[in-house]
């Protein structure tokens, strides 16, 4: 029998360890594509650049690059070490280490196109049903599913860099080291250094302090993002440590208690040297959870307060600037009755900045129309002037209070008496700042220098949500009186709604695409640890029972095993999002402002927890199934 001849019969006898390698590169390559469907469609990519969103894909892409990077090494890792008996034989028929690395760059590249083909055409598949299914959930228009040629070279040219560092590294190794060693590592005893309770402390101590230093600083509104890398990184340090010293430090705690230790001690030990082996890859999941819970929940809250959010941020149903006197029969519609109408005269001037070189426009009225306004009763003399910023007070800390007469010219004749922050007005363009002066000085500073008059109107509807033709009415007669159409001020509450709908929506699709790959991937990580060491187990357990170990008790054995594997990263990675969204919700006024926040993050918690009792339940039937046969 020639070599090639036993190369085919081995391939045929053990075909499963090729089937699994080959599923594994597959999963990646549909994951890299699935990534770049939504990372290069149009739609994205203009949200992307309009809304600055770009740390939503940033992050979770180089998480999923990170998680495949490891998935592939590991698959691979697993692949040669499940051949390593074959290797073994070869080698004893007369194989040469350079012949068995040509054998595995055949194999490898036979199977790594393959997977590439096949990865990429679940990829469509799959991209093209999950993005049919969530825009029918999620009632988002004008956005198309893409298929473009950059997703293919991307995924392609990811997947292939990664495959060929990873074979290049078995490769180099085969090479270089001595076969013996090479094939006794898998009887070699994995040990732990530094294996210190107190240095689990120190590390749940970063982790706790990275945490209480990201809530005292990300609400402030100066610094607040700019720490979040730092301690993004101090967590996921303090998070390492951790679970490098989990099973020492509660297995300190366990033996305080002697008859409840040594009743469970067969579980202590098998666990011990379990979570030996598996800290990079809890870590690695515990991130990914952390994640894909965290985004998911900021997403589907701005999502879900779109309407919220857009009532907040316009006072009025319809605010619009007209500098001609206004048609009053176009506010006049049968559909919608106008419930309120406010018109506010006012007077801008343009002032050049000679340091700076551009132009800043400043906005008077007069102090009667602006009691009208804001139902206040204020006055003013002569020579004295209110400032007013149209912003939130709770959101005044990065404005000039003490601010000077806009106009040089009139400075010296003008005192400020207060400044004042109050949301009265929508956010219609260069009317988020106001100068108000008396009836007398609004008149003469009308003369003495050369501005523009115009009227503000402020229109409240019966139903604002049915108010779009009526807004493109009014932003239709605008634009055709105005020399520049794109100075047309106007800002709706059914503009800005749709709007944060719409953008909102998108990042809410790419949220839910780039969770159901990392729950999916993360799923698949622990599944792939979990039975490439089933042989082990078995001779393990096949040893226990000659001891007196019955079924029953290993079945126990093993479901506390599963149980702690699966569920161990899910707590973790939902703790962390939960103190996460805690910490990050200083930003927007803190969770006791928005309590349905919390809401959010249990319902995307539960979910991921209901699916992750299923993906447990379903490994642990086909565990203990393996293990009985």
Request: with cysteine.
């Amino acid at each position: 029998m020639s070599f090639k001849q036993m190369i085919w019969k081995m391939a045929k006898a053990e075909y499963n360890k090729y089937l699994f390698y080959f599923l594994c590169n597959s999963f990646a390559v549909m994951f890299f594509f699935m990534f770049a469907t939504v990372y290069f469609n149009e739609s994205v990519v203009q949200v992307k650049q309009s809304e600055s969103i770009q740390y939503v894909l940033t992050i979770p892409g180089v998480a999923l690059v990170v998680f495949t990077i490891f998935f592939i090494h590991y698959a691979h890792h697993i692949f040669i070490k499940k051949r390593k008996s074959e290797f073994s034989l070869l080698m004893t028929l007369g194989m040469s280490n350079r012949d068995i690395s040509k054998l595995l760059l055949l194999e490898n590249a036979v199977i790594g196109l393959f997977s590439l083909i096949a990865g990429l055409l679940a990829g469509m598949i799959f991209s093209r049903l999950f993005f049919s299914l969530l825009m029918n959930q999620v009632g988002i228009e004008g956005v198309s599913f893409q298929i473009i040629g950059s997703m293919f070279l991307s995924a392609t040219a990811a997947f292939l860099l990664v495959f060929l560092i990873v074979v290049g590294k078995s490769l180099f190794l085969i090479l270089t080291r001595d076969p013996i060693e090479s094939m006794k590592s898998e009887q070699i005893r994995e040990t732990l250094t530094m294996k210190s309770p107190l240095f689990g402390g120190i590390g749940v101590a970063i982790l706790i302090g990275s945490i209480i230093g990201l809530y005292f600083t990300y609400g402030n509104p100066v610094i607040g993002g700019d720490y979040l890398i730092f301690w993004a990184i101090a967590t996921f340090l303090g998070l390492y440590i951790s679970l490098l010293q989990f099973t020492s430090f509660i297995i300190e705690l366990a033996k305080r208690s002697k008859q409840f230790y040594y009743q469970h001690i067969l579980f202590w030990t098998n666990l011990d040297t379990k979570l030996k082996q598996l800290t990079s890859i809890f870590m690695l999941v515990t991130v990914m959870i952390m994640v894909t819970i965290l985004y998911s929940t900021i997403i589907l809250f701005s999502y879900m307060s779109a309407e919220k959010e857009a009532i907040a941020q316009n006072p009025f149903d319809i605010a619009f600037v007209e500098v001609d006197i206004l048609d009053t029969s176009l506010l006049v519609q049968k559909e919608n009755q106008l419930q309120e109408h406010i018109s506010i005269p006012f007077y801008s001037y343009s002032q050049k900045d000679t340091y700076y070189d551009w132009t800043n426009t400043y906005t008077f009225i007069s102090v009667d129309n602006f009691n009208k306004l804001t139902s206040r009763k204020l006055s003013l003399e002569n020579g004295e002037f209110l400032s007013f910023i149209n912003v939130d007070p709770e959101h005044a800390d990065g404005y000039e209070k003490n601010i000077l007469f806009p106009i040089e010219s009139e400075r010296r004749n003008f005192e400020l008496k207060d400044t004042i922050f109050d949301k009265r007005i929508n956010d219609v363009p260069n009317l988020g700042e106001m100068i108000i002066v008396n009836g007398n000085d609004y008149a003469s500073l009308k003369e003495r220098s050369d501005g523009e008059e115009a009227t503000l109107h402020l229109v409240n509807v019966e139903n604002w949500k049915e108010s779009g033709p009526f807004v493109k009415k009014i932003e239709e007669r605008l634009k055709t009186g105005a020399d520049d159409q794109d100075v047309v001020q106007i800002a709706s509450k059914i503009e800005d709604y749709e709007r944060q709908r719409n953008s909102n929506g998108i990042l809410f699709y790419v949220s839910t695409f780039l969770s159901v790959l990392f729950f999916f991937g993360s799923f698949i990580l622990l599944y792939l640890h979990l039975f490439s060491s089933v042989e082990r187990e078995k001779e393990k357990y096949s040893k226990l029972r000659l001891i007196g170990i019955t079924a029953l008790e290993m079945k126990r054995i093993m479901t506390k095993e599963i149980a702690t594997i699966f569920f161990i990263p899910t707590t973790i990675g939902t703790t962390l999002a939960l103190l996460y969204v805690v910490a990050m919700a200083k930003d927007i006024g803190g969770i006791t402002k928005h309590p349905d926040i919390l809401l959010y993050f249990f319902i995307v918690a539960g979910v991921y927890y209901v699916i992750q009792i299923g993906f447990y339940l379903f490994a642990k039937r086909k565990m203990l199934s393996e293990m009985i046969r």
